[in-house]
């Protein structure tokens, strides 16, 4: 799956679809969003941040796919820490233009409010 189109809400959607229990799902989702914000205002390299959204992935897909041999499941969980951390700049960089081209309350027109 290409990250290209692909919101960083879908990305957890998709990563969250089998899994059944809910609090596990707010949980993950909570972590993945919490992990966003923490890259966003730059306190952790991107390393950091594609570690600790590997254990996440691994967390799922060893619930969701129990078909996969361990050497499988690391390739895979790596693969959708490297998308969500794609997705994780991609959302950042959105979030910097739209404060950059916001209009000031000055200038009139829209407000963005919370929308950032």
């Known amino acids: 799956m290409s990250v290209a189109g692909v919101s960083l809400s879908n990305l957890i959607v998709n990563l969250l679809s089998g899994v059944g229990d809910p609090k596990i799902r707010s949980e993950v989702s909570s972590s993945i969003w919490y992990l966003y914000e923490v890259y966003a205002r730059g306190r952790a390299s991107d390393e950091e941040i594609k570690n600790d959204l590997f254990e996440i992935c691994s967390l799922v897909l060893s619930l969701t796919r129990t078909d996969l041999i361990e050497e ?6 790596w693969r959708l820490a490297d998308e969500l951390l ?4 991609i959302e950042s960089l959105r979030r910097r ?3 950059k081209f916001a209009p000031r309350p000055s200038e009139g027109g829209p407000r ?3 929308l950032l």
């Open 72 to 77: 499988e499941l690391r390739k895979e969980a």
């Open 86 to 89: 794609r997705a994780f700049k």
């Open 97 to 99: 233009l739209m404060l």
């Open 112 to 114: 963005l409010g919370g």
